[in-house]
């Protein structure tokens, strides 16, 4: 609705939050009219530091001959934390989101289109579409979306998205956000649906802090799955996940015989930061089901700046470097500033050739999917076929048999065409 049709104090068309006792918003009237409208790159994946049992009831009151009886037309709940249980008249079709993870489980769940706001848009909308390249008849497009890494309150309230797939646990250690104004747009734009915090098991400021739940990435992603009214895309999606980890599972060598690795992120060779690959959290869903040796052996940090000689030190067999598969960035030249330091040269992993590019930390379902098959093959190419040596521009072309997961089953979800 028109930022004008907002009055405030006026209670949300699209839903009204009960929030577990943590927000007090009272008896808000629901109602979803939808839309027709379908990283930083740095601090989430690339160039600075780190900045499930959904239920979904129906109504109490049983169908008469004059009321609807699509699912769709009745008011349900869902409920994650932090805001606890909310109650949607309609699932949503518009979608405020903050982080990636959120915004590639609204493109999952056929919301693509609908994402009002994400970090980055431009950045992530080129990062994202070198996988979507490999889905056989899917589009997305995020370009010229709101950058929503400081979100303005007005500008939610413009942006009049049927959800803020958001965690406001996160929003409030903004300075320009309170408790007061995450509470107001919930009443007077749309509710928070979202959690943020489990990516590396932040610790919550202390108004949030009481109750606090971590997920998964695939717990939280059938939660946001319940709250779309999405049931049957999440468990199809799921089950593809499944196959690949079962065929992970079979392949992997013993935990003596795995090569030892390091993630790492750079704007330039000058600032690296290094990432762990098993800590708990969402952001190493790609990693830890995997088990590479931590080169560094638990003594760096997430987000720790190291240098070439930090490196030499832990001699990795594997550099995995985030965001090197955004179309900017420029992966001959960052192999080659190692390959020409002296230092850097005698590194394993640039004397073997094992630089190996990776999408983002905040994955989503989907990106998800393809960031466990590309580790795979960069890891462990003897048990799940080579992972080509990667320059510039989409997802390779994993020759047919080579796939750890079906790309046209994941392309119907989807499309809603499975």
Known sequence: MPRDDAARGDPTRRAFAKY????????????????????????????????????????????????????AAESYT??????????????????????????????????????????????????????????????LDWSGRYSSWQPDKETLYDLDSDVHLADPAWITQLDAWDREDIDEIAENVSPWFGNSLSDRHQEPADEWADGYQYYGLWEQFEIVAD???????YEALAEVREGLLSTIEEGLPPAEERPTAIMIAAADIESIYAYTLSNPGFLTSHTRPLGPRDAFEGSVESGTVVDFETILEADPDVILYLGGMEPETDMVGRRTAFEEDPVGSRVAAVRNDRIHPQGARYQGPIL???????????????????????????????????????????????????
């Open 20 to 71: 577990g006792g943590a927000v007090a918003l009272g008896g808000l009237l629901a109602g979803c009219t939808g839309g027709d409208t379908e990283s930083d790159p740095a601090g989430s994946d690339g160039n600075e530091t780190d900045s499930a049992d959904g239920g979904s009831g129906g109504s109490d009151d049983s169908p008469t001959d004059d009321s609807p009886t699509d699912d």
């Open 368 to 418: 998800n999917l393809f960031q466990l098959e590309m580790t795979a093959k960069q890891l462990y190419p003897d048990a799940f076929g080579a992972w080509p040596r990667y320059e510039e521009g989409p997802y390779p072309e994993i020759p047919e048999g080579e796939r750890l997961f079906d790309r046209q089953r994941v392309a119907a979800v989807i499309n809603g065409e499975f």
């Open 227 to 233: 709250a779309f009214r999405e049931r049957e895309r």
């Open 78 to 139: 869902a409920s994650i934390s932090p805001t606890g249980e909310v109650t949607f008249d309609s699932p949503p079709e518009t979608v405020f989101t903050r982080l990636t993870h959120h915004a590639d489980m609204a493109f999952a769940l056929g919301r693509g289109d609908g994402v009002t706001a994400l970090h980055a848009p431009d950045y992530y909308d080129g990062l994202w579409n070198q996988f979507v390249e490999r889905l056989p008849g899917v589009s």
